[in-house]
T-cell receptor, first 116, second 111 residues
């Protein structure tokens, strides 16, 4: 397994455009998480899936954000009508058992979004 | 408001020096983890601590979980340039399904 894969690595878009990011987790991991990280800050939780079910969403996830994990494998995060404040690194992570005491996240390399 | 506060926010030291990074909260955590993140990459897990007072060592890195499980520290002995990066602590509360990340400590080790 090559770990958690995120595409694209970088995305520059004009304000108002829609963007979609993809995350391929480690195949045997049933939990998948999306985090957002701005420069100089720690990652902030956006949402997580157990298999195909989206079980929790942060208040940070406005109506313009939507995430899916249709077959419990890869996941997509879409941002509609992007705003400059959406510029950030979007990180995907997976884990085998969720927040288990002895298991942490395996993160992807992230997608750096710049809204101009 | 950040659930976990890390200090210092920035640290620049010479190779061979020792350093300690702190992670503090008013909340009790069921487990706490430390990650290191390099520019343009995702965080990489270093260690998980789950028991109050627990100490774990990873080569030159020593991690300690506070007795009350509200704080943690990371001590690096004889720092090397390869230790440069953003150090993040992250805690889980009860049986919650996410980790809350700290504000991060950016470490630069000068050769």
């Amino acid at each position: 397994d090559t770990g958690v894969s995120q595409n694209p690595r970088h995305k520059i878009t004009k304000r108002g455009q829609n963007v979609t990011f993809r995350c391929d987790p480690i195949s045997e991991h049933n939990r998948l998480y999306w985090y957002r990280q701005t420069l100089g800050q720690g990652p902030e939780f956006l949402t997580y899936f157990q298999n195909e079910a989206q079980l929790e969403k942060s208040r940070l996830l406005s109506d313009r954000f939507s995430a899916e994990r249709p077959k419990g494998s890869f996941s997509t995060l879409e941002i509609q009508r992007t705003e400059q404040g959406d510029s950030a690194m979007y990180l995907c992570a997976s884990s085998p058992f969720g927040v288990h005491k002895n298991y942490g996240y395996t993160f992807g390399s992230g997608t750096r979004l710049t809204v101009v | 408001t950040q659930l976990l506060e890390q200090s210092p926010q920035f640290l620049s030291i010479q190779e061979g020096e020792n350093l300690t990074v702190y992670c503090n909260s008013s909340s009790v955590f069921s487990s706490l983890q430390w990650y290191r993140q390099e520019p343009g990459e995702g965080p990489v897990l270093l260690v998980t601590v789950v028991t109050g007072g627990e100490v774990k060592k990873l080569k030159r890195l020593t991690f300690q979980f506070g007795d009350a499980r509200k704080d943690s520290s990371l001590h690096i002995t004889a720092a090397q340039p390869g230790d440069t990066g953003l150090y993040l602590c992250a805690g889980a509360i009860g049986t919650g399904n996410q980790f809350y990340f700290g504000t991060g400590t950016s470490l630069t080790v000068i050769p």
